[in-house]
């Protein structure tokens, strides 16, 4: 896999500036010298947490890309945050859901937030002091929002929050957390029985167990928290008591799942690389496995799916960035991004054969990293689901228009070159 630095390619015009380019490029050479280097020792050694990649992003503000500029951000918008994420997870997939996963808890302060609590949180983030997490999944409910298990409990001015959550990127690595917590009785309408809280990882009764790796993503925290009556006063709220599934769900569709479209973008894209890379340097009778046809028909099916992957990913944000509705197609953007990944991804393996099952062949970190794209923002089911509601006309909210003020960047028209 190349981590050389490249230009975008032509069917994308249409949706970047030349912003949106500089951007490019600088994200292909920061993981040209940067990400690539490490790749090896993140696989290598799963049970460590990689922090000096977070740093190095941090440095360049990349935490802080939709960020507007009066709170120290680039303000520069959603394709800009879908070029950052898909070029790193070219070359490291792990080092991608670092940025990816403090873009979440950041886009929900951006749409809910005070502007005193914007003040607060911010800047920290857009100077790399801070880095956020998103706490929701349970490890009984899972990632069902109504089944959520952790209370807050309203004690003064301030609010007590126990429970446990899990499957929480950055887990080890921030210095807050969005908790999402049932602040009304078992019965309450889930619409209005749930609150988001901002929880510093210093207070009192807050642990993160050791780092855990998992299947793949390595070098990634995805850890549990416990909260054992957690103490933050009402200026931790984030939006109204009663709002957390409203910041939960819009965080998750507006920002979550074209994350996660972006980070199975890249690795299709690496995984095409490796494929045809391989294919013609393995010698076959006069020539090479890539003169074959039955490899190249295999072959044209990635490449199909990819084209449409990148499409799918780069429009739905240009829509976002235009404060257009398309839940939808953001929706589906990550549905689809992740199938024709998983494919292409499956269809390499079997094209190299034994040599796929070699210990720490490129292509097996890429089959393994891309199993964690299907989870996270509800798996293909839940996506399915939503998509029929569209189908239907029954999806009544649209989080894209309903969020518009802060989703629509004032960007200059995209370049024609």
């Not at 990148?310 to 992740?338: E, F, M, T, W």
Request: hydrophobic share 45%; with cysteine; charged share 20%.
């Amino acid at each position: 896999m190349s981590a050389t630095p490249t230009t975008p390619p032509p069917a994308l015009r249409p949706y970047l500036t030349a912003r949106h380019d500089l951007l490019w490029q600088e994200a292909d050479a920061f993981a040209a010298e940067h990400v690539a280097p490490r790749a090896a020792r993140m696989e290598a050694a799963p049970g460590r947490v990689e922090r000096k990649v977070a740093d190095l992003m941090a440095a360049r503000r990349w935490f802080a890309v939709t960020v507007p500029a009066v709170f120290g951000g680039l303000d520069a918008g959603h394709v800009a945050r879908t070029v950052l994420v898909h070029r790193i997870a070219r070359v490291s997939a792990a080092a991608a859901a670092i940025l990816q996963a403090t873009l979440i808890p950041v886009g929900a302060l951006l749409h809910f937030a005070t502007y005193e609590q914007k003040h607060r949180w911010l800047p920290q983030v857009a100077d790399g002091s801070l880095l956020l997490s998103i706490a929701v999944t349970e490890p009984l409910a899972g990632g069902h929002i109504g089944g959520i298990e952790t209370t807050a409990e309203r004690d003064g001015n301030q609010w007590m929050i126990t429970g446990s959550k899990i499957h929480i990127g950055n887990s080890h690595l921030a210095g807050a957390h969005l908790v999402i917590a049932r602040t009304a009785a078992a019965g309450v309408n889930t619409s209005q029985a749930l609150t988001a809280f901002m929880v510093e990882a210093e207070r009192p009764g807050l642990s993160v167990p050791d780092h855990r790796p998992g299947l793949g993503l390595h070098g990634f925290s995805v850890g549990r928290l416990d909260l054992d009556h957690v103490r933050v006063s009402d200026d931790n709220v984030v939006g109204e008591v009663g709002q957390g599934l409203a910041v939960a769900q819009s965080s998750s569709i507006l920002y979550g799942r074209p994350n996660l479209a972006a980070i199975s973008l890249g690795i299709h894209e690496a995984v095409v690389d490796t494929v045809t890379r391989w294919l013609k340097a393995r010698p076959r009778y006069r020539g090479s496995l890539s003169d074959l046809p039955v490899l190249r028909d295999r072959v044209g099916g990635m490449e199909a799916r990819l084209r449409a992957a990148r499409i799918l990913a780069y429009q739905s944000v240009h829509l976002l960035d235009q404060g257009l509705p398309c839940d939808a197609d953001l929706i589906n953007s990550k549905y689809l991004g992740h199938q024709w990944a998983m494919l292409s991804t499956q269809d390499a393996m079997e094209m190299h054969g034994a040599h796929a099952l070699d210990r720490g062949y490129v292509l097996q970190r890429l089959w393994r990293d891309i199993q964690h794209t299907y989870p996270p923002a509800g798996t293909g089911e839940v996506q399915r689901i939503r998509l029929a509601e569209a189908a239907f006309d029954e999806d009544h909210i649209q989080w894209s228009e309903r969020l518009a003020a802060e989703a629509a960047w004032a960007r200059p028209a995209p370049s024609s070159a």
